[in-house]
Protein backbone atom coordinates (compact mmCIF):
# COMPACT_ATOMS: atom_id res chain seq x y z
CA UNK A 1 0.00 0.00 0.00
CA UNK A 2 1.52 3.46 -1.03
CA UNK A 3 0.18 5.73 1.13
CA UNK A 4 2.77 8.54 0.37
CA UNK A 5 1.35 8.77 -3.22
CA UNK A 6 -2.60 8.72 -1.18
CA UNK A 7 -1.21 11.58 0.62
CA UNK A 8 0.17 13.51 -2.44
CA UNK A 9 -3.02 12.79 -4.32
CA UNK A 10 -5.27 14.35 -1.90
CA UNK A 11 -5.01 17.59 -2.95
CA UNK A 12 -6.07 16.79 -6.77
CA UNK A 13 -8.86 14.84 -5.22
CA UNK A 14 -10.15 17.22 -2.78
CA UNK A 15 -10.48 19.35 -6.20
CA UNK A 16 -12.18 16.75 -7.91
CA UNK A 17 -14.37 16.19 -4.26
CA UNK A 18 -15.14 20.01 -4.34
CA UNK A 19 -16.75 19.15 -7.99
CA UNK A 20 -18.89 16.75 -6.81
CA UNK A 21 -20.06 18.21 -4.29
CA UNK A 22 -21.03 21.83 -6.15
CA UNK A 23 -22.54 19.39 -9.01
CA UNK A 24 -24.75 17.71 -6.01
CA UNK A 25 -25.57 20.85 -4.55
CA UNK A 26 -26.56 22.71 -7.57
CA UNK A 27 -28.38 19.70 -8.89
CA UNK A 28 -30.39 18.92 -5.96
CA UNK A 29 -31.42 22.57 -5.49
CA UNK A 30 -32.90 22.82 -9.25
CA UNK A 31 -34.47 19.36 -9.10
CA UNK A 32 -36.08 20.25 -6.26
CA UNK A 33 -37.58 23.25 -7.06
CA UNK A 34 -38.60 21.58 -10.75
CA UNK A 35 -40.03 18.70 -9.04
CA UNK A 36 -42.06 20.73 -6.72
CA UNK A 37 -43.86 22.29 -9.64
CA UNK A 38 -43.97 18.38 -11.34
CA UNK A 39 -45.87 17.41 -8.17
CA UNK A 40 -48.05 20.31 -8.27
CA UNK A 41 -48.76 19.47 -11.68
CA UNK A 42 -49.35 15.58 -11.02
CA UNK A 43 -51.93 16.40 -8.83
CA UNK A 44 -53.65 18.84 -10.85
CA UNK A 45 -57.45 18.11 -11.74
CA UNK A 46 -56.61 18.91 -15.46
CA UNK A 47 -56.46 15.58 -16.78
CA UNK A 48 -54.03 16.24 -19.61
CA UNK A 49 -51.46 18.09 -17.34
CA UNK A 50 -51.52 15.20 -15.20
CA UNK A 51 -51.06 12.90 -17.50
CA UNK A 52 -48.01 14.79 -19.43
CA UNK A 53 -46.22 14.97 -16.34
CA UNK A 54 -46.90 11.30 -15.27
CA UNK A 55 -45.17 10.73 -18.61
CA UNK A 56 -42.48 12.69 -17.65
CA UNK A 57 -42.13 11.60 -14.64
CA UNK A 58 -41.87 7.68 -16.21
CA UNK A 59 -39.58 8.83 -19.04
CA UNK A 60 -37.32 9.80 -16.54
CA UNK A 61 -37.42 6.93 -14.00
CA UNK A 62 -37.44 4.50 -16.98
CA UNK A 63 -34.26 5.48 -18.51
CA UNK A 64 -30.49 5.29 -17.48
CA UNK A 65 -28.79 8.44 -16.11
CA UNK A 66 -25.78 8.09 -18.12
CA UNK A 67 -27.98 7.95 -21.19
CA UNK A 68 -29.44 10.97 -20.47
CA UNK A 69 -26.47 12.84 -19.82
CA UNK A 70 -25.30 12.08 -23.31
CA UNK A 71 -28.72 13.00 -25.05
CA UNK A 72 -28.48 16.75 -23.04
CA UNK A 73 -24.01 16.37 -23.64
CA UNK A 74 -24.41 15.62 -27.24
CA UNK A 75 -27.98 16.62 -28.40
CA UNK A 76 -28.52 19.95 -26.99
CA UNK A 77 -24.87 21.63 -29.29
CA UNK A 78 -26.33 18.95 -32.70
CA UNK A 79 -29.72 20.57 -31.86
CA UNK A 80 -29.13 24.04 -31.29
CA UNK A 81 -25.47 24.54 -32.43
CA UNK A 82 -24.44 26.00 -29.55
CA UNK A 83 -22.01 24.44 -27.22
CA UNK A 84 -22.34 23.21 -23.41
CA UNK A 85 -19.67 22.99 -21.22
CA UNK A 86 -19.50 19.52 -19.23
CA UNK A 87 -20.18 20.77 -15.76
CA UNK A 88 -23.34 22.57 -16.81
CA UNK A 89 -24.25 19.92 -18.69
CA UNK A 90 -23.75 17.38 -15.80
CA UNK A 91 -25.71 19.96 -13.75
CA UNK A 92 -29.02 19.97 -16.29
CA UNK A 93 -28.88 16.37 -16.82
CA UNK A 94 -28.54 15.41 -13.12
CA UNK A 95 -31.20 18.73 -12.41
CA UNK A 96 -33.84 16.63 -14.71
CA UNK A 97 -33.42 13.29 -13.13
CA UNK A 98 -33.39 14.94 -9.85
CA UNK A 99 -36.98 16.58 -10.68
CA UNK A 100 -38.56 13.29 -11.62
CA UNK A 101 -37.59 11.27 -8.35
CA UNK A 102 -38.22 14.54 -6.32
CA UNK A 103 -41.98 14.80 -7.99
CA UNK A 104 -43.29 12.19 -6.43
CA UNK A 105 -41.07 12.14 -2.80
CA UNK A 106 -42.85 15.50 -2.54
CA UNK A 107 -45.99 14.09 -4.16
CA UNK A 108 -46.26 11.19 -1.39
CA UNK A 109 -45.70 14.20 1.48
CA UNK A 110 -48.53 16.51 0.38
CA UNK A 111 -51.13 13.25 0.01
CA UNK A 112 -49.94 12.52 3.86
CA UNK A 113 -51.35 15.38 5.00
CA UNK A 114 -54.61 15.23 6.36
CA UNK A 115 -57.61 16.69 4.20
CA UNK A 116 -59.43 18.20 7.22
CA UNK A 117 -55.87 20.42 7.56
CA UNK A 118 -56.82 21.82 4.22
CA UNK A 119 -60.55 22.27 4.48
CA UNK A 120 -59.83 23.99 8.56
CA UNK A 121 -57.52 26.71 6.69
CA UNK A 122 -59.80 27.29 4.00
CA UNK A 123 -62.62 27.33 6.19
CA UNK A 124 -60.88 30.45 8.15
CA UNK A 125 -60.65 32.53 4.74
CA UNK A 126 -57.07 31.20 3.46
CA UNK A 127 -56.96 30.55 -0.53
CA UNK A 128 -56.11 27.56 -2.11
CA UNK A 129 -52.73 28.91 -3.04
CA UNK A 130 -52.06 29.95 0.54
CA UNK A 131 -53.22 26.86 2.32
CA UNK A 132 -51.11 25.17 0.20
CA UNK A 133 -47.99 27.65 0.27
CA UNK A 134 -48.33 28.35 4.25
CA UNK A 135 -50.69 25.09 5.64
CA UNK A 136 -49.93 21.61 3.17
CA UNK A 137 -46.07 22.36 1.58
CA UNK A 138 -44.29 22.99 5.11
CA UNK A 139 -45.75 20.41 6.69
CA UNK A 140 -44.95 17.79 3.44
CA UNK A 141 -41.44 18.89 3.51
CA UNK A 142 -40.64 18.03 6.75
CA UNK A 143 -42.08 14.59 6.47
CA UNK A 144 -39.71 13.67 2.96
CA UNK A 145 -36.47 15.21 4.21
CA UNK A 146 -35.64 11.48 4.77
CA UNK A 147 -36.05 10.37 1.20
CA UNK A 148 -34.79 13.69 -0.16
CA UNK A 149 -31.38 13.42 2.03
CA UNK A 150 -31.11 9.29 0.26
CA UNK A 151 -32.05 11.23 -3.27
CA UNK A 152 -29.26 13.83 -2.59
CA UNK A 153 -26.59 10.62 -1.67
CA UNK A 154 -27.89 8.75 -4.60
CA UNK A 155 -27.08 12.28 -6.16
CA UNK A 156 -23.78 12.59 -5.27
CA UNK A 157 -22.64 9.02 -5.38
CA UNK A 158 -23.99 9.25 -9.41
CA UNK A 159 -21.95 12.20 -9.87
CA UNK A 160 -19.59 9.79 -10.95
CA UNK A 161 -20.86 8.83 -14.11
CA UNK A 162 -19.81 12.24 -15.21
CA UNK A 163 -16.75 11.22 -15.53
CA UNK A 164 -18.09 10.14 -19.33
CA UNK A 165 -17.95 13.72 -20.26
CA UNK A 166 -14.54 14.05 -19.18
CA UNK A 167 -16.04 16.08 -16.07
CA UNK A 168 -12.84 16.13 -13.61
CA UNK A 169 -15.35 15.39 -10.28
CA UNK A 170 -13.98 12.58 -7.71
CA UNK A 171 -13.54 9.77 -9.65
CA UNK A 172 -12.64 11.54 -12.53
CA UNK A 173 -9.62 12.87 -10.66
CA UNK A 174 -8.94 9.21 -9.46
CA UNK A 175 -8.90 7.58 -13.05
CA UNK A 176 -6.37 10.32 -14.11
CA UNK A 177 -4.12 9.82 -10.98
CA UNK A 178 -4.31 5.76 -11.25
CA UNK A 179 -3.77 6.20 -15.49
CA UNK A 180 -0.76 7.98 -14.23
CA UNK A 181 0.75 6.09 -11.34
CA UNK A 182 -0.58 2.55 -12.49
CA UNK A 183 -1.35 2.08 -8.80
CA UNK A 184 -5.75 2.28 -9.77
CA UNK A 185 -6.13 0.28 -5.77
CA UNK A 186 -4.97 3.09 -3.84
CA UNK A 187 -6.29 5.51 -5.86
CA UNK A 188 -9.83 4.18 -5.82
CA UNK A 189 -9.64 3.71 -2.28
CA UNK A 190 -8.93 7.12 -1.46
CA UNK A 191 -12.12 7.75 -4.15
CA UNK A 192 -13.83 5.67 -2.11
CA UNK A 193 -13.02 6.95 1.41
CA UNK A 194 -13.72 10.60 0.52
CA UNK A 195 -17.48 9.47 -1.02
CA UNK A 196 -17.92 8.05 2.10
CA UNK A 197 -16.94 10.89 4.35
CA UNK A 198 -19.02 13.00 2.26
CA UNK A 199 -22.06 10.39 2.44
CA UNK A 200 -21.61 10.63 6.38
CA UNK A 201 -21.53 14.80 6.62
CA UNK A 202 -24.49 14.88 4.55
CA UNK A 203 -26.27 12.36 6.30
CA UNK A 204 -25.65 13.93 9.63
CA UNK A 205 -26.39 17.52 8.53
CA UNK A 206 -30.14 16.50 7.43
CA UNK A 207 -30.37 14.86 10.87
CA UNK A 208 -29.78 18.39 12.30
CA UNK A 209 -32.07 19.80 9.84
CA UNK A 210 -35.40 17.72 10.09
CA UNK A 211 -34.81 17.74 14.02
CA UNK A 212 -34.84 21.43 13.74
CA UNK A 213 -38.17 21.45 11.24
CA UNK A 214 -39.68 18.64 14.15
CA UNK A 215 -39.38 21.62 16.48
CA UNK A 216 -41.07 24.23 14.78
Do not use: H
Amino acid sequence: MDFALIRDSLPFLLEGAWVTLRITALSLVFGILLGTVVALARMSPIRWLSWLTLGYIELLRGTPLLVQIFLIFFGIPQLTQQQINEFAAGVLAFSINTSAYVAEILRAGIQSIPKGQREAALSLGLSPTQTLRYIVLPQAFTRVIPPLVNEGISLLKNSSLLSAIAVIELTRAGQLISARTFKPFEMYLAVSLIYLGMTLILSWVARGLEARWQVR
